[in-house]
């Protein structure tokens, strides 16, 4: 047992209990919502019962050895079947999927009955908070009580990697596609606690002992269950936190291009849409990111396009020269040329000298970009070769 990785699992299935009741509450009638909601309780609840200085309240207000144990196991049960009725809820028509989950329920009351009976033949006497199974483990009657345990979790964690993989793949919106993928590896990756489980059962028959694999069991089984409830929920928050990530990369873009984009504006003011901001307005500036990062990119294009009459062609190519002998290439290269290329414009046009249209500077050294993203990030490379 790690008791630091189930303090871990518990926080963080209370806290995806928390997100979900928000949804319950708009939605109350959603029954596989109500499920999820429960898995998440129940989650938490078997993580917060197995911390070993719980585990030992629990014994000693139950006044029963190792009472903790049954009870986190059969909250383990519970939230097996529980994922079960999600996805009866997500696959089936109402009324089926009704008929199917009262079955289920039913079928998780008689199993956890059953380990209730088995725990009190076993009647364990000396508490085990960390190492409860691999103690009790010679006991016939644990042997059977395990066995009862291990079955359903192996069963259920199995058909969660089936259903959701196979969800996946017909998923139409990205988000949900990669919640399930990530529930489907946590249930996966929980797998490797049952094997061991199962092997320490396996063991006392074929005389082999699993002992040294018993911190894999638990990171597997730990890791395995918060990387399920992550992909439970991954389809609610993802979205934001991809649109909150974009906002950042936008306001470092927007604000990496305003050098550039500035002195352009000082030379063609026409370039701009709506009036200039200062540098501290400009920075504050925090609504419609995406929208001003296009309206920049535009206007530097505008602008290079506008000092292109104020372009020697010279002048790039001393700048190619001297950029390669200083051993840049690709687009650092193209970027600084471009940036000497657009200084050199400026200060043309500050004299007011101009080229013949023959031998005005071109942009055919500039590389071609596929879409705007690369094209955002290839200025603000010219950008910072020009600041």
């Given at each position: 047992m790690i008791p630091a990785f189930h303090l871990l699992g518990a926080v963080a299935a209370w806290a995806g209990l928390f997100y979900k009741c928000r949804a319950l509450r708009r939605n109350p009638g959603d029954r596989a919502l109500l499920a999820l909601c429960a898995v998440f309780a129940l989650s938490g609840l078997?993580?917060?019962?197995?911390?070993?200085?719980?585990?030992?309240?629990?014994?000693?207000?139950?006044?029963?050895?190792?009472?903790?144990?049954?009870?986190?196991?059969?909250c383990v049960v519970a939230l097996?079947?529980?994922?079960?009725?999600?996805?009866?809820?997500?696959?089936?028509?109402?009324?089926?999927?009704?008929?199917?989950?009262?079955?289920?329920?039913?079928?998780?009351a008689t199993a956890i009955a059953a380990l209730v009976v088995l725990f009190c033949l076993l009647t364990p006497a000396r508490q085990r908070p960390k190492d409860f199974t691999l103690y009790y483990v010679h006991d016939p009657y644990y042997i059977a009580y395990l066995s009862v345990y291990i079955g359903i979790y192996l069963a259920g964690e199995i058909?969660?990697?089936?259903?959701?993989?196979?969800?996946?793949?017909?998923?139409?919106?990205?988000?949900?596609?990669?919640?399930?993928?990530?529930?489907a590896a946590g249930a996966f990756l929980?797998?490797?606690?049952?094997?061991?489980?199962?092997?320490?059962?396996?063991?006392?028959?074929?005389?082999?002992?699993?002992?040294a694999w018993e911190t894999t069991a638990w990171v597997c089984g730990?890791?395995?269950?918060?990387?399920?409830?992550?992909?439970?929920?991954?389809?609610?928050?993802?979205?934001?936190?991809?649109?909150a990530g974009r906002w950042v990369t936008a306001y470092r873009r927007h604000r990496r291009l305003y050098p550039l984009w500035s002195a352009l504006h000082r030379a063609v003011p026409s370039i701009?849409?709506?009036?200039?901001?200062?540098?501290?307005?400009?920075?504050?500036?925090?609504?419609?990111?995406?929208?001003?990062?296009?309206?920049?990119?535009?206007?530097?294009?505008?602008?290079?396009l506008?000092?292109?009459?104020?372009?020697?062609?010279?002048?790039?190519?001393?700048?190619?020269?001297?950029?390669?002998?200083?051993?840049?290439?690709?687009?650092?290269?193209?970027?600084?040329a471009e940036a000497v290329r657009i200084r050199a414009a400026l200060t043309a046009r500050a004299q007011g000298r101009t080229v013949p249209?023959?031998?005005?500077?071109?942009?055919?050294?500039?590389?071609?970009?596929?879409?705007?993203?690369?094209?955002?990030?290839w200025l603000v490379r010219v950008a910072e070769a020009f600041r």
């Open positions: 078997s993580f917060f019962v197995s911390l070993p200085y719980v585990w030992v309240l629990v014994d000693r207000l139950a006044g029963v050895p190792n009472i903790a144990a049954l009870l986190a196991q059969s097996i079947v529980g994922q079960q009725t999600v996805l009866t809820h997500w696959a089936r028509p109402p009324e089926t999927a009704r008929r199917l989950v009262r079955w289920q329920l039913a079928f998780c058909n969660v990697v089936r259903a959701c993989s196979g969800y996946a793949r017909v998923a139409g919106r990205t988000w949900l596609r990669r919640g399930l993928l990530v529930t929980t797998l490797g606690y049952g094997a061991v489980r199962a092997g320490n059962i396996l063991g006392i028959a074929f005389g082999f002992d699993l002992r730990d890791v395995g269950s918060a990387l399920t409830l992550v992909g439970w929920t991954l389809p609610g928050w993802g979205p934001r936190v991809a649109a701009a849409l709506a009036p200039a901001r200062s540098a501290l307005a400009d920075r504050l500036a925090v609504r419609q990111l995406e929208f001003r990062l296009y309206r920049r990119v535009i206007e530097i294009r505008d602008g290079q506008a000092l292109r009459a104020h372009a020697a062609p010279e002048t790039v190519a001393e700048a190619l020269r001297e950029g390669s002998r200083a051993g840049l290439s690709g687009d650092a290269l193209s970027a600084h249209a023959e031998e005005s500077g071109a942009l055919d050294h500039c590389p071609a970009h596929p879409d705007l993203a690369a094209e955002t990030a």
